[in-house]
């Protein structure tokens, strides 16, 4: 009777078929995942997605660029503001336009806060379903802080639609920079919620056991399946865009990449841990490089492009060259050159690339959105294959899939 | 000795039904003792889709707080729920997914349609997209928004306390409620 | 030596000669067009060579042209060298009316979804793919949506009005007339 037994988990008689349907509170998000289980072992799995397919591409041919931009923000909705900058340094490198180096600054501020904003849902998210609800509870009053500084520089919590083709909307305010410091303090801001997040997590023996050896994968077939950010760094390649193809001036900061070994959910925790880290860290640098600008400099908040960023409402009603730009940017007749381009930045779950063609029309010909999650989603069969039914929430969790980055 | 009764006089009563008070009894309508019980206990089922999914988890942090509600215990299992919140765009292939869990509900059962996306379809007004929750399934309250705050996802929840506290008990046996019901196809 | 597009290009047209075409460099990218039967042989040498080192599959996507005669619908490939830095981008274009691409899920197993996605926006038939079927639409969908000939919204609403939105509507007024008892008498 024993040797019916052959590893833990299973009990090697027929198998079972369960559906992980669509609505399952392990799955964030709705994509569906038939197991076949031997016992309480993963033998197959067949993923189906598409649950909640907005059809963003097709969407994206009927509007001009800058209404792109809260399309962006529904991709990877928890850190929506790397989605809205990615684009927009998309369409700079299409329209061709140099941005001043305190936009830059300002930029890689938001997209380092978002990308924290991102890495703690996840994380706390690793913890709840292995059963630890009280991290949660604790990251996400820092997702408050972090919200709050969101509103104030442009008014919205989650999908943020900020900044603009060529800069920001407008200056950061006083309080913003505030609530930034206050957020940073590093006896009582985040980085002390961090530290003990950390202590309750990071040594914890029932976490270890419970992601340690839990859906590793090794870094030829990580490269093979296209993973990019966390998770193709805790299987050991330092790949990351920020550091191979620099944008926003991110060559002039100090940033270290954490790279794991395994590629198992214990390894892509402690690579988002220490991510964070280095984002607080980026955040830091580019306050101080922001404080050096004095007088004039310190009210730059935009490229200099009349033909792309809306002038002023002052000067609209006043002045005819503004009331004309402004007239041509809304209703889409600015010129639009011919051509192709891909751009990618850092997303929160890896390389979120832009693919745009233009044909001189108002709108973009074809726009492609190379979304990390759909892609490594399809490791996952892979992942859990052999291990048991918990491990493949664990897994599922910790890859940090968003459903409406993958189905776009 | 028997010790005296003390009353404490600290606690303000809300929201007793008016009755017919006595010593150690109450004489009051039976649907408002029941609405009362039902709309302080409500299991949600959060139907957590998309963008709204992630207001909602603020909504069920530490800061907006969901659980002063009554709402403690979010169950996923559609049979032991009695609210249906659905939070998100519900894509045409998600519409019988929807459908079937409203289906398993027991009654009584209430939705809300939290966000413009499960208002009517949102910003997306593609092929692909249902455009509004109601063209499935019948809809208690609306929570307009793209995301809503936290507030008025409370708001809404709140409204649909109002509803639940004044319900008849007879409703969910009409003929008004069956046709309602028919219309969507529903038994 | 660092590897540059010079490079690429002269290795890939001494390998494969004239058939590659409309070379191009928009924005600092590599972008040239294959004949649709080599596009794995590209793949496959631009991974292999010790020099090219291509190993990254960065996207793969569906492109319609409908006045590209007999060449309406492309597929573009995104590769990268992450070792040298350098992406490259190369195209095939296959007629609408038999749009057969070979797959490249053999050498890249990224490009298992992505292919069954442009599969579902385009129409392109993957020669090869362990599972072609639908991956995002619905699986009941008879039509593929990218495509330049189809609209955006759903045609068979009745409850929205088009001619509030700058829409010429063709369904939607005639299916609410019809279902609407006014007659004209």
Same mark, same amino acid.
């Given at each position: 009777?024993?040797?019916?037994?052959?590893?833990?988990?299973?009990?090697?008689?027929?198998?079972?078929?369960?559906?992980?349907?669509?609505?399952?509170?392990?799955?964030?998000?709705?994509?569906?995942?038939?197991?076949?289980?031997?016992?309480?072992?993963?033998?197959?799995?067949?993923?189906?997605?598409?649950?909640?397919?907005?059809?963003?591409?097709?969407?994206?041919?009927?509007?001009?660029?800058?209404?792109?931009?809260?399309?962006?923000?529904?991709?990877?909705?928890?850190?929506?503001?790397?989605?809205?900058?990615?684009?927009?340094?998309?369409?700079?490198?299409?329209?061709?336009?140099?941005?001043?180096?305190?936009?830059?600054?300002?930029?890689?501020?938001?997209?380092?806060?978002?990308?924290?904003?991102?890495?703690?849902?996840?994380?706390?998210?690793?913890?709840?379903?292995?059963?630890?609800?009280?991290?949660?509870?604790?990251? %996400?009053?820092?997702?408050?802080?972090?919200?709050?500084?969101?509103?104030?520089?442009?008014?919205?919590?989650?999908?943020?639609?900020?900044?603009?083709?060529?800069?920001?909307?407008?200056?950061?305010?006083? /309080?913003?920079?505030?609530?930034?410091?206050?957020?940073?303090?590093?006896?009582?801001?985040?980085?002390?919620?961090?530290?003990?997040?950390?202590?309750?997590?990071?040594?914890?023996?029932?976490?270890?056991?419970?992601?340690?050896?839990?859906?590793?994968?090794?870094?030829?077939?990580?490269?093979?399946?296209?993973?990019?950010?966390?998770?193709?760094?805790?299987?050991?390649?330092?790949?990351?865009?920020?550091?191979?193809?620099?944008?926003?001036?991110?060559?002039?900061?100090?940033?270290?990449?954490?790279?794991?070994?395994?590629?198992?959910?214990?390894?892509?925790?402690? /690579?988002?841990?220490?991510?964070?880290?280095?984002?607080?860290?980026?955040?830091?640098?580019?306050?101080?490089?922001?404080?050096?600008?004095?007088?004039?400099?310190?009210?730059?908040?935009?490229?200099?492009?009349?033909?792309? #960023?809306?002038?002023?409402?002052?000067? /609209?009603?006043?002045?005819?060259?503004?009331?004309?730009?402004?007239?041509?940017?809304?209703?889409?007749?600015?010129?639009?050159?011919?051509?192709?381009?891909?751009?990618?930045?850092?997303?929160?779950?890896?390389?979120?690339?832009?693919?745009?063609?233009?044909?001189?029309?108002?709108?973009?010909?074809?726009?492609?959105?190379?979304?990390?999650?759909?892609?490594? #989603?399809?490791?996952?069969?892979?992942? /859990?294959?052999?291990?048991?039914?918990?491990?493949?929430?664990?897994? %599922?969790?910790?890859?940090?899939?968003?459903?409406?980055?993958?189905?776009? | 000795?028997?010790?005296?009764?003390?009353?404490?006089?600290?606690?303000?009563?809300?929201?007793?039904?008016?009755?017919?008070?006595?010593?150690?009894?109450?004489?009051?309508?039976?649907?408002?003792?029941?609405?009362?019980?039902?709309?302080?206990?409500?299991?949600?089922?959060?139907?957590?889709?998309?963008?709204?999914?992630?207001?909602?988890?603020?909504?069920?942090?530490?800061?907006?707080?969901?659980?002063?509600?009554?709402?403690?215990?979010?169950?996923?299992?559609?049979?032991?729920?009695?609210?249906?919140?659905?939070?998100?765009?519900?894509? &045409?292939?998600?519409?019988?997914?929807?459908?079937?869990?409203?289906?398993?509900?027991?009654?009584?059962?209430?939705?809300?349609?939290?966000?413009?996306?499960?208002?009517?379809?949102?910003?997306?007004?593609?092929?692909?997209?249902?455009?509004?929750?109601?063209?499935?399934?019948?809809?208690?309250?609306?929570?307009?928004?793209?995301?809503?705050?936290?507030?008025?996802?409370?708001?809404?929840?709140? &409204?649909?306390?109002?509803?639940?506290?004044?319900?008849?008990?007879?409703?969910?046996?009409?003929?008004?409620?069956?046709?309602?019901?028919?219309?969507?196809?529903?038994? | 030596?660092?590897?540059?597009?010079?490079?690429?290009?002269?290795?890939?047209?001494?390998?494969?000669?004239?058939?590659?075409?409309?070379?191009?460099?928009?924005?600092?990218?590599?972008?040239?067009?294959?004949?649709?039967?080599?596009?794995?042989?590209?793949?496959? !040498?631009?991974?292999?060579?010790?020099?090219?080192?291509?190993?990254?599959?960065?996207?793969?996507?569906?492109?319609?042209?409908?006045?590209?005669?007999?060449?309406?619908?492309?597929?573009?490939?995104?590769?990268?060298?992450?070792?040298?830095?350098? =992406?490259? =981008?190369?195209?095939?274009?296959?007629?609408?009316?038999?749009? $057969?691409?070979?797959?490249?899920?053999?050498? !890249?197993?990224?490009?298992?979804?992505?292919? =069954?996605?442009?599969?579902?926006?385009?129409?392109?038939?993957?020669?090869?793919?362990?599972?072609?079927?639908?991956?995002?639409?619905? $699986?009941?969908?008879?039509?593929?949506?990218?495509?330049?000939?189809?609209?955006?919204?759903?045609?068979?609403?009745?409850?929205? $009005?088009?001619?509030?939105?700058? =829409?010429?509507?063709?369904?939607?007024?005639?299916?609410?007339?019809?279902?609407?008892?006014?007659?004209?008498?």
């Amino acid at each position: 009777m024993n040797d019916q037994i052959t590893t833990p988990g299973s009990i090697g008689q027929e198998t079972t078929t369960i559906n992980l349907g669509p609505t399952h509170p392990a799955t964030h998000g709705v994509f569906q995942n038939i197991l076949q289980l031997d016992g309480e072992k993963i033998v197959d799995s067949v993923s189906t997605i598409g649950y909640i397919h907005r059809a963003f591409e097709k969407i994206a041919e009927r509007r001009p660029l800058y209404q792109i931009t809260p399309l962006t923000d529904r991709l990877n909705y928890c850190s929506s503001p790397i989605n809205n900058m990615g684009w927009h340094i998309a369409c700079e490198k299409l329209l061709g336009l140099e941005l001043p180096k305190r936009v830059d600054y300002m930029r890689i501020i938001i997209m380092e806060l978002a990308r924290i904003s991102d890495h703690l849902i996840c994380n706390s998210i690793v913890g709840v379903d292995s059963g630890a609800y009280t991290g949660f509870l604790y990251l %996400m009053q820092s997702r408050e802080h972090i919200y709050e500084i969101y509103e104030e520089i442009c008014g919205s919590r989650l999908t943020t639609t900020i900044g603009r083709i060529g800069g920001f909307e407008r200056n950061f305010t006083p /309080v913003a920079w505030q609530k930034l410091e206050k957020f940073l303090d590093e006896k009582t801001g985040f980085p002390y919620k961090l530290r003990e997040f950390e202590n309750l997590f990071t040594r914890n023996r029932i976490f270890m056991d419970r992601t340690k050896h839990v859906g590793p994968i090794s870094a030829e077939r990580a490269l093979n399946y296209g993973f990019t950010g966390p998770n193709l760094r805790a299987a050991g390649v330092d790949y990351d865009v920020r550091n191979h193809t620099p944008y926003s001036s991110y060559e002039e900061f100090d940033f270290t990449i954490p790279v794991g070994s395994t590629g198992d959910c214990y390894d892509r925790f402690l /690579v988002r841990n220490q991510e964070m880290w280095q984002s607080i860290s980026l955040i830091n640098q580019a306050l101080a490089k922001v404080k050096e600008f004095k007088g004039k400099d310190a009210e730059v908040y935009h490229a200099d492009a009349p033909m792309y #960023y809306l002038p002023p409402k002052a000067d /609209v009603y006043t002045k005819m060259e503004a009331l004309i730009y402004h007239f041509k940017i809304v209703m889409g007749e600015t010129e639009m050159p011919i051509g192709e381009v891909y751009s990618s930045v850092e997303g929160g779950n890896g390389e979120l690339g832009f693919y745009l063609i233009s044909d001189g029309g108002r709108t973009p010909y074809r726009l492609q959105f190379r979304r990390p999650c759909f892609i490594y #989603y399809q490791a996952f069969a892979e992942l /859990v294959k052999g291990s048991m039914l918990s491990d493949a929430i664990i897994t %599922m969790s910790s890859l940090n899939l968003i459903a409406g980055e993958m189905d776009g | 000795m028997s010790r005296p009764v003390q009353f404490n006089n600290t606690v303000k009563f809300e929201g007793i039904p008016e009755g017919y008070m006595g010593e150690g009894f109450m004489a009051t309508n039976f649907e408002k003792v029941v609405g009362l019980a039902r709309k302080n206990s409500i299991w949600p089922l959060p139907f957590a889709t998309s963008c709204c999914g992630i207001e909602f988890m603020a909504t069920m942090a530490s800061h907006y707080d969901l659980a002063r509600f009554g709402s403690e215990r979010v169950g996923f299992s559609p049979r032991q729920c009695d609210l249906l919140m659905v939070m998100g765009t519900i894509a &045409k292939k998600m519409g019988p997914v929807v459908k079937q869990v409203y289906l398993q509900m027991a009654e009584p059962r209430w939705v809300i349609a939290v966000g413009a996306c499960a208002s009517s379809g949102g910003i997306f007004d593609s092929y692909s997209v249902l455009q509004g929750i109601d063209q499935v399934i019948p809809v208690d309250v609306y929570v307009p928004g793209c995301p809503p705050r936290p507030e008025a996802i409370l708001d809404g929840y709140m &409204k649909i306390q109002d509803l639940v506290a004044s319900e008849s008990l007879r409703r969910r046996t009409s003929p008004h409620y069956e046709d309602l019901l028919n219309s969507y196809g529903i038994q | 030596m660092a590897l540059t597009n010079e490079t690429i290009r002269t290795r890939l047209t001494e390998k494969f000669g004239d058939v590659l075409t409309e070379w191009a460099e928009p924005y600092n990218m590599l972008t040239f067009t294959a004949p649709a039967e080599l596009n794995l042989k590209v793949m496959q !040498f631009l991974f292999d060579d010790p020099q090219m080192k291509f190993i990254f599959l960065t996207s793969l996507c569906g492109v319609h042209y409908p006045d590209r005669t007999n060449e309406e619908i492309g597929v573009v490939y995104h590769m990268h060298n992450l070792e040298d830095n350098v =992406r490259l =981008r190369f195209k095939v274009f296959v007629p609408v009316t038999k749009p $057969d691409v070979f797959s490249a899920t053999a050498l !890249f197993q990224a490009a298992n979804f992505l292919e =069954r996605e442009t599969y579902d926006y385009y129409g392109v038939n993957f020669l090869g793919h362990p599972n072609l079927i639908r991956i995002l639409n619905v $699986d009941e969908m008879d039509y593929f949506p990218m495509r330049k000939e189809f609209p955006l919204e759903d045609q068979s609403r009745i409850d929205k $009005d088009d001619a509030m939105f700058g =829409r010429s509507n063709t369904l939607s007024e005639g299916a609410r007339l019809q279902n609407s008892d006014q007659t004209n008498n």
